[in-house]
Each structure stands twice: as C-alpha cells, then as structure tokens.
C-alpha cells in the first residue's frame, strides 16, 4: 500500500509540476461539496490573452499564444481564498523555500507564480484498507494553481527520430521514485548524461542526491551537478557557491565535475542585482575551491549582452539555455548553437520507466555534459613496480592527451596550442605522501591546490595555462625532488624549476603549451663538523654531525668556544662524507696565574703556574691546604676550600692559604672565582681530581668542584684562565 501511495504521489507530483498544455487553463480548486478536491477545467478559448510564456516561439497560433482570463480570476480567486483560511491552514500553504525544481520559473510557464508546498506537491492520502487505491487530492482553496496556456508540446516521445537529440536530463528530489532499472533503461535509449540538483541557497541539499548520482554513474551516464540559486549579493554568491561545493565534497564528486549556476529565482532579477557580476562571484569561488568546470542556466530572455545574463562577460560557452517552442522542436530548427546547451522540452517520455513521468530534457552542443570520451582519471591508473610518474594533459582543439611516463613531453610545441588542464599520478609501495600541483589560469588565478591525479587547469572553457607549481609531501619529499619545466608561448623551453617554484609565467598572458616533469632521488651523506684549536690543531670541543642532501650548497656557522675567537661561517657544495673543520685562535690572557698545594706526607709543594697540575695523582694523598696568586690585571682572586670535619671555611684571595696544616685533614671541595677587571675579561676554570672518582669535570666562576657529605679527599687541581 505504501509502495502505491508513493508511486501514485510522485506522479502526481509531476503532473502539477508539468500540466498538459492543450490550449487550457488547469486550476486547481476545491469542490466545496465533496471532501475529496477536483480539478477545474477553463478552456482557453473562452479566456483572453494577458501575457506569452517569456521564452517561447513567436510561431504560436492564436490559441496557443492566449492566456485564459481564469487565470486573474483564479488569482482573485485565490486570493480572497487565502483572506478567508485561518492562520493553522495558511501555515499549509506557506511558500516552499527550500526546494525548487530546475526551469520553475526558467520556462515562462509559471511567471507570476510563487511555488508553494500544495502547488508543487500536491499531497495524497490512501484509505486504511491497503487493497484500495483510491486516493483523493487534497488542495485548499488558497493554493490554486494557475498555469499559463501553451501550445507546448506535452507528451514528446523519447522513439520520436525528428527531435533534436537527446543528451542528457536534470532531475532533482521530484524524481526520488528513479530506480537503477530507470537509469539503466535511459542509457539504453540513448540518454549519455544526468544532471542531479544539489544543493539550494544554503539551506536545502537533495537528500537523494547520493543514491541518484550512485544510480547514474553505476549504468554509465555522466553525472552533471547544479545549484538553485537565490543570491542577490557577491557575499552571498559566493557562500552558496561554498555550500554547493562543501556538498559536493561530501558526496565525493571529482574537482572536474560540471557545475551548474541554476540562475531564475526572481531573486536574481537585476532589478535588486546585477545577476551577471553576482554569477560570476559564484563561479570564481567555485573556482577557488576547486571546481573550474562551471556553466550558468537560464531562459532564453535572460541571455543577451544587454540582459540580465551577459555572455561577453559570462562567455556564451557557459550558458545552458531553456526555452520551449509552441511547436514541437525539430533537430532541423536547433536554437542555441553557439551556447552549451540547450533545455528545449520538460515534457519528454521515456519508455520502459518504472513511472510515466516526463523528464526534462537537453541537447548537449559542446559535450560539457556528455563528453564524448569521458577520460579514466590518472588516479586509477596502476604505477608500474618500480614506481613510474604519470601525467597528461589537455590541449586545445585535442582535448585529453594520452599519458605519458615520466620525463616525457605532455602538450605540444609548435602548433600555438594553449594547454588547459594536466594531471599528475605517483605512488610508491611502503612511502607515504603525494604528489601536490596547482595551476594559475586565465582570467582565475592561481587555483587550490590538488592532488593524486586530480585535475588542475580547467576544460572546455578555452581557458589557457599560463604556470604551475609541483612539489611532494610526507616521506616522497624525503627522498626526491620533483624537478618540471614548461614550454612557454614566444620563449619556448624555461628552465627547470622544482619542488613548488614557478614554472611559467603570471600577468604576461603566455600560454604554457607543453610540460616535462621527472623525480629525482635525493642522495643524503653524513657531514662531520670539528673544532680546534688553529695553533696547536687540539680539539676543543666535541664534533657535530647532520645530514645533508650529496649536491647541494650549505652554510655551516661554527659554534661559540669560550676563549677563542670564532671563526667564520663556511659555505661549501656537499660531496659525501663531508668533513668541515673550523679552526679556532685563542683570545690572549695577559694575567698570570699561578697556584700551590700542601700534600699529606709532603708538604708544601712548588709553585706552577697555570694550567698544570698541583698535587699527586695515583699516590693516594690527601691535599690539606692550598694558595693561589694572580697578577697583571687588576682585581682579585676569591677562594675557599671544605675541609673534613670543619666545611666550608671563609673565602680568601691573592695568596692567602685555604685548608689546614699539621692537622692532618684532607680538602674535600673548593670554589674559585674573580672580581674587578679580572672578572671583565676573563673566566677561571677549575677541575680537581678526587678519591675514587679521578678527574671530574671542569668547573668555573665559583661553582663547587670536588664533593660534600662523602668523605672523599682532594688529590690534585688545575686551573686556568680563559678570555672572554
């Protein structure tokens, strides 16, 4: 029962969408004495003519170009209707905003009408009993439908050889009841392509847009996209153009999808807004987020250089046009040529379809919505095992060129013809990251980026290339350079360029006519860095290493080294197991250092003078007490030493003695530093060498050497002075 409700819904649907137009008003109304509504039949001959249908022959007969007066009386009618209903049932009535079928307003079969929820879906109810499918049109008073009058043809014939071909239809969430059997059988009777409404404002997305573009690609027809559009400002062209293309993504369309600019909302009329800037606002930001393959429909009254819609700025190319004839459109009276397409009936049967339904139909002129070969794209393309780059691209007047392995010429030289799009595929087993390019594009710019075989460019827009950038990310990057060149109108073959510099030209309008492009393994070696002393050739401090690229120019700054002078930065061209080696001269120390110890079982022992050793090493010998003298700078020399059993004993300087004699107790730590010039110019330095430990490392400017709390002696020290 629900199947059949459904099914008889949806055809029903269609019927008041698309009426039979045999010289007749059809009005909707309400038969006040029945609960089931009927439909009222006004003929057109008892009528006169108000208005034609905006984009229809002047070739109408005189019946066929009047008007029924039913519909003003209708439309007062209805009007005085809609007073008379009460707020709940107006709330019934309320004008569906979110939902509007392509060429409602295109065809010129509604002018005047604002589409409501009851006058474009009419709502059927089914008794309980399920065998019983009586079903009874309910329609309130206050939503009567006045469709104009036509000599349209209603009922053409997909088997009807006189017709102008039959490319491609549009369908939208009125044809929800499409089944793969339907798409199946369409591409048998010759159907090459479908056009699928989206998205509308930036409120409403066909909630079977998914199932239908599966459906369509699944029999094999090309899957064309459009958005109806409301905007009436460049900000807000292009936010629908973002929710049109947000959707997009989400489904999964590719960036070389057509995109369709639905422009007939009244919204749109140029009396609020120039629909031209506006369009083109809503293409360039469809543009910008990837999608460059954009045509704008329209009626036929909107299309003029002086109209609404002007092709010197939109280009004729880009617009898919709507008009019905009064008479039925023949394929030896083509309108339209020069443009894209061309919608020249609503009303075509299709045979073999799960519903009899008409269905929208379109002669597609330049193969924008059914291209003759529809190409694979390079992202199903295999890479051979060793890892082979991939790349095509498309020429004008040649279209999509075969692929070309790596570093093969794509394009052409010599014959002044523009490329407009390329694309590029590269992956290798066990290496992450892509292979990422972008394209800068007559009268657009540079557009976003893409990746893994995707299009970059634009197609059957006669749109040249005039630059591109390539470069690789993730681990590829790691290991190769993508190295590309173009060949440019009036220069001819430019250098090479790599990994995401310019190859072309921006602002000359030069056309890029062909392009090479290859990987190059980065080779990568060990660089070693030393640091000695440029005198003695002494290492003073512990080598650094890094890894650069075999080929490759690198500077190399050597590091800070207190007391030495730094040397300056070396810049060299890395070959393998580069060594660099800086070479350090010391900064002269004008102060003269000298130092003494007292050693258990020795005593005093003789003066040294800076950096060697006092004290014993090896000899188990505790050092008891010691003094340090310092002259030719002025400012003084500040020590003090911990003894066992006593601590830290009092700082003092130049001289004096630190420790004890006589009382046989060892040193166990001791700090030094400086003041005055002294401390200006220079750092002290100090290392000891303890029980059970040996030498520890250098200490300086008061920090402690030795150890507290363990009971281990002194054996022996240095010290020294380093310039600052």
Excluded at 77 to 101: F, G, V
Excluded at 181 to 202: P, R, S, Y
Excluded at 208 to 227: F, N
Excluded at 671 to 686: A, D, N, P, V
């Amino acid at each position: 029962m629900k199947k059949h409700k459904r099914l008889i819904y949806q055809i029903l649907i269609l019927v008041i969408l698309f009426p039979i137009f045999d010289g007749t008003s059809y009005i909707l109304a309400d038969d006040a004495s029945n609960s089931s509504s009927s439909i009222s039949k006004s003929t057109a001959e008892s009528s006169t003519s108000e208005s034609e249908p905006a984009d229809s022959s002047t070739e109408a007969s005189s019946t066929g170009s009047s008007a029924s007066e039913s519909i003003s009386d209708s439309t007062e009618e209805s009007k005085n209707s809609e007073e008379a209903t009460t707020s709940e049932e107006s709330t019934d009535d309320e004008t569906l905003s979110d939902n509007i079928p392509l060429g409602f307003y295109a065809s010129g079969k509604y002018e005047g009408v604002e589409p409501t929820v009851k006058n474009i879906e009419a709502i059927y109810e089914a008794q309980e009993e399920p065998e019983n499918t009586n079903m009874s049109l309910k329609v309130s008073s206050s939503n009567r439908l006045t469709l104009l009058s036509t000599d349209t043809p209603d009922d053409l014939s997909s088997s009807d050889t006189s017709l102008p071909r039959k490319d491609f239809i549009d369908i939208a969430s009125y044809q929800s009841w499409m089944t793969q059997a339907d798409f199946n059988q369409l591409k048998k009777l010759g159907i090459k392509g479908v056009c699928i409404k989206l998205t509308e404002g930036t409120s409403y997305k066909n909630p079977y847009a998914k199932t239908q573009i599966a459906m369509a690609k699944t029999a094999g027809l090309v899957v064309s996209t459009y958005h109806y559009s409301r905007f009436s400002s460049t900000s807000g062209a292009q936010s629908e153009a973002n929710y049109y293309t947000a959707y997009a993504k989400e489904l999964g369309l590719s960036t070389s999808t057509l995109m369709v600019n639905d422009a007939e909302d009244p919204d749109m009329n140029p009396t609020q807004v120039d629909a031209t800037i506006t369009s083109l606002a809503f293409k360039n930001q469809l543009v910008a987020n990837g999608y460059s393959n954009v045509v704008h429909y329209c009626s036929a009254s909107w299309v003029g250089n002086t109209s609404y819609m002007e092709p010197q700025k939109l280009g004729a190319e880009n617009f898919w046009v709507a008009q019905y004839l009064y008479g039925k459109p023949s394929s030896s009276n083509l309108l339209h040529t020069g443009n894209a397409a061309w919608q020249y009936t609503s009303q075509m049967y299709y045979s073999g379809l799960s519903v009899t339904a008409p269905i929208d139909t379109s002669i597609d002129y330049a193969g924008r919505f059914t291209p003759s070969t529809v190409a694979e794209p390079i992202a199903d393309l295999k890479p051979s095992t060793n890892g082979q780059l991939q790349y095509r691209t498309h020429v004008s007047s040649i279209g999509w060129q075969s692929v070309v392995n790596s570093p093969n010429t794509a394009g052409t030289t010599g014959q002044q013809l523009n490329m407009e799009a390329f694309q590029i595929a590269y992956s290798e087993s066990g290496v992450s990251g892509d292979i990422v390019y972008s394209a800068h594009v007559q009268d657009v710019g540079w557009q976003s980026n893409v990746k893994n075989g995707a299009i970059a460019g634009t197609t059957g827009q006669s749109l040249r290339l005039e630059a591109l950038k390539i470069s690789l990310t993730g681990e590829l990057k790691n290991k190769y350079h993508v190295v590309y060149r173009a060949h440019v109108q009036d220069i001819g073959w430019q250098d090479w360029q790599q990994d995401g510099a310019i190859a072309g030209t921006t602002g000359q309008d030069k056309r890029v006519e062909a392009i090479q492009v290859k990987l190059v393994p980065i080779e990568t070696t060990t660089v070693t860095e030393k640091f000695v002393d440029a005198t003695t050739g002494a290492q003073i401090s512990s080598n650094v290493t890094s890894t650069k690229e075999v080929g490759t120019t690198a500077t190399f700054t050597p590091i800070t080294i207190t007391g030495y002078n730094t040397p300056a930065a070396q810049t060299v061209t890395i070959q393998k197991n580069q060594v660099i080696t800086h070479k350090y001269s010391a900064k002269p120390v004008t102060a003269v250092l000298k130092y003494s110890t007292h050693v258990q079982n020795i005593g005093w022992q003789s003066e040294v003078t800076s950096p060697k050793t006092a004290g014993t090493t090896g000899l188990s010998l505790r050092l008891e007490a010691m003094k340090i003298n310092i002259s030719g700078d002025s400012g003084n020399i500040i020590y003090s030493t911990h003894v066992q059993d006593v601590g830290w004993q009092n700082e003092v300087s130049n001289g004096a003695v630190t420790g004890t004699s006589g009382q046989e107790k060892r040193l166990e730590a001791i700090k030094i530093r400086l003041t005055g010039e002294l401390q200006s110019k220079y750092h002290i330095y100090y290392r000891v060498h303890v029980q059970d430990i040996g030498w520890q490392d250098w200490q300086q400017d008061g920090a402690i050497a030795g150890t507290t709390g363990q009971s281990k002696r002194l054996e022996a020290i240095e010290i020294k002075l380093v310039a600052k």
